[in-house]
């Protein structure tokens, strides 16, 4: 359970680097999210264990509202960029790929993969 969360972490985290071109002296700070259900890791240390230890970092519980999607890991992440706002790339790994089908950059990769 613990090595399956920091593996996912780990997937996002590379995901959103490298579809906005990002290196991890372009992070300011970054927050992460996790629904209630996850309890196994905090999602910092597997972003520490890609060369985060000097970036900071702090995890929160998600909101818990009806119905919502279980077991998701969000990050927020504050970055240093020459992108304008509409070319950012948002990453939606697994089963939050159906969280945000609204915008109009993102890069989803279903469950099976
Ligand atoms: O983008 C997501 O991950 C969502 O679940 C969507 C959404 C939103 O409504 O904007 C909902 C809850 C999260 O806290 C963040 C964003």
Request: proline share 4%; glycine share 4%; net charge negative.
């Given at each position: 359970m613990r090595d399956h969360l920091l593996e996912r972490v780990a997937e996002m985290v590379t995901d959103v680097m490298e579809s906005n071109g990002l290196e991890v002296d372009d992070f300011i700070s970054v927050i992460f999210t996790a629904t209630s259900d996850l309890h196994s890791e905090f999602p910092?240390?597997?972003?520490?264990?890609?060369?985060?230890?000097?970036?900071?970092?702090?995890?929160?519980?998600?909101?818990?509202?009806?119905?919502?999607?279980?077991?998701?890991?969000?990050?927020?992440?504050?970055?240093?960029t020459d992108l304008p706002r509409s070319d950012i790339t948002h990453v939606y790994l697994h089963g939050a790929a159906a969280l945000r089908r609204d915008l109009t950059r993102v890069r989803a990769v279903p469950d099976d993969e």
């Amino acid at each position: 359970m613990r090595d399956h969360l920091l593996e996912r972490v780990a997937e996002m985290v590379t995901d959103v680097m490298e579809s906005n071109g990002l290196e991890v002296d372009d992070f300011i700070s970054v927050i992460f999210t996790a629904t209630s259900d996850l309890h196994s890791e905090f999602p910092a240390y597997a972003a520490r264990r890609l060369g985060f230890g000097e970036v900071p970092l702090i995890c929160a519980r998600e909101l818990e509202i009806d119905g919502s999607m279980p077991r998701v890991v969000r990050m927020m992440a504050h970055v240093e960029t020459d992108l304008p706002r509409s070319d950012i790339t948002h990453v939606y790994l697994h089963g939050a790929a159906a969280l945000r089908r609204d915008l109009t950059r993102v890069r989803a990769v279903p469950d099976d993969e």
